[in-house]
């Protein structure tokens, strides 16, 4: 426990370090935890006997959040990801020269790293410029961030209290409706105070945010759980002691990240 706490508070001053510091610090930051949690999904694929192309499928990835970043920094246009089409469809060039028994499963895993992680790190990051234009706030990704926590630990804290009734216990036997809802409640106080200090978006938009992430952010939970489940696996990886790896501690900003996004762009725009 108390190791878990160490690193818990240490990653988080990173994390808030990383938003407040500004655009280029905040691009390089969730770049580089994009790329380490899609090498974690990839060294978990492995334990099933699936290769997936690790190689280009970093390299697509780096173009993918850079050329997101590109978007907002300098407005690039869209048809620039074209760029990453020969890149892309080189996969199954490649999987042509390595003579495995599952070549389309290689390749289909490849492309699922790309849009499980890559894609919805792209949406997250996409928080910090949405409604500004090409100018950077740190209000709506460390809101998400907030909110995605206080619905962690609500649901974490009534679960184990009052908890009786599971939620879905052929993937995670510990969750219960009772903590989902525990969880919800916690992530709407939450969204209610930022409203106080982040005056953007009215009291009722941040209610809906905080839905939004409890519910999704739950399911990108139970996604993950699913996916080490599926591959006997306890953790994704040990490079935060205590929590396992950054796909444990990001699993509901993978789910919840693009929806947030979709429904702040509706709203905004």
């Given at each position: 426990?108390?190791?878990?706490?160490?690193?818990?508070?240490?990653?988080?001053?990173?994390?808030?370090?990383?938003?407040?510091?500004?655009?280029?610090?905040?691009?390089?930051?969730?770049?580089?935890?994009?790329?380490?949690?899609?090498?974690?999904?990839?060294?978990?694929?492995?334990?099933?006997?699936?290769?997936?192309?690790?190689?280009?499928?970093?390299?697509?990835?780096?173009?993918?959040?850079?050329?997101?970043?590109?978007?907002?920094?300098?407005?690039?246009?869209?048809?620039?990801?074209?760029?990453?089409?020969?890149?892309?469809?080189?996969?199954?060039?490649?999987?042509?020269?390595?003579?495995?028994?599952?070549?389309?499963?290689?390749?289909?895993?490849?492309?699922?790293?790309?849009?499980?992680?890559?894609?919805?790190?792209?949406?997250?990051?996409?928080?910090?410029?949405?409604?500004?234009?090409?100018?950077?706030?740190?209000?709506?990704?460390?809101?998400?961030?907030?909110?995605?926590?206080?619905?962690?630990?609500?649901?974490?804290?009534?679960?184990?209290?009052?908890g009786k009734t599971r939620l879905f216990e052929r993937h995670s036997p510990k969750k219960s409706w009772e903590g989902f809802f525990g969880g919800m409640f916690t992530s709407l106080i939450v969204a209610y105070v930022l409203s106080l200090f982040f005056t953007e978006l009215s009291v009722w938009t941040w209610g809906g945010m905080a839905i939004l992430i409890s519910s999704f952010g739950t399911?990108?939970?139970?996604?993950?759980?699913?996916?080490?489940?599926?591959?006997?696996?306890?953790?994704?990886?040990?490079?935060?002691?205590?929590?396992?790896?950054?796909?444990?501690?990001?699993?509901?900003?993978?789910?919840?990240?693009?929806?947030?996004?979709?429904?702040?762009?509706?709203?905004?725009?």
């Amino acid at each position: 426990m108390k190791t878990r706490a160490i690193t818990a508070f240490f990653f988080t001053i990173v994390m808030l370090g990383s938003m407040f510091l500004g655009p280029y610090v905040f691009s390089i930051f969730y770049l580089l935890l994009s790329l380490g949690a899609l090498l974690e999904f990839f060294k978990l694929i492995k334990t099933a006997g699936i290769r997936p192309h690790r190689n280009i499928a970093l390299i697509a990835a780096t173009l993918i959040f850079l050329m997101t970043a590109g978007y907002h920094f300098l407005q690039f246009e869209t048809k620039f990801l074209l760029l990453l089409v020969p890149l892309i469809f080189s996969v199954f060039i490649s999987e042509l020269y390595k003579k495995e028994t599952i070549p389309f499963a290689n390749i289909s895993y490849t492309f699922a790293g790309f849009m499980y992680v890559t894609v919805p790190f792209c949406f997250f990051y996409s928080l910090g410029f949405i409604g500004h234009a090409a100018e950077y706030s740190f209000h709506l990704p460390l809101s998400f961030m907030l909110m995605l926590w206080a619905n962690d630990t609500g649901a974490y804290l009534f679960g184990s209290k009052f908890g009786k009734t599971r939620l879905f216990e052929r993937h995670s036997p510990k969750k219960s409706w009772e903590g989902f809802f525990g969880g919800m409640f916690t992530s709407l106080i939450v969204a209610y105070v930022l409203s106080l200090f982040f005056t953007e978006l009215s009291v009722w938009t941040w209610g809906g945010m905080a839905i939004l992430i409890s519910s999704f952010g739950t399911l990108g939970d139970l996604v993950e759980s699913m996916l080490k489940r599926s591959l006997n696996a306890k953790d994704s990886g040990n490079i935060l002691p205590g929590h396992g790896g950054f796909l444990d501690r990001f699993d509901g900003l993978l789910i919840a990240a693009p929806v947030v996004y979709a429904y702040l762009y509706l709203i905004l725009y």
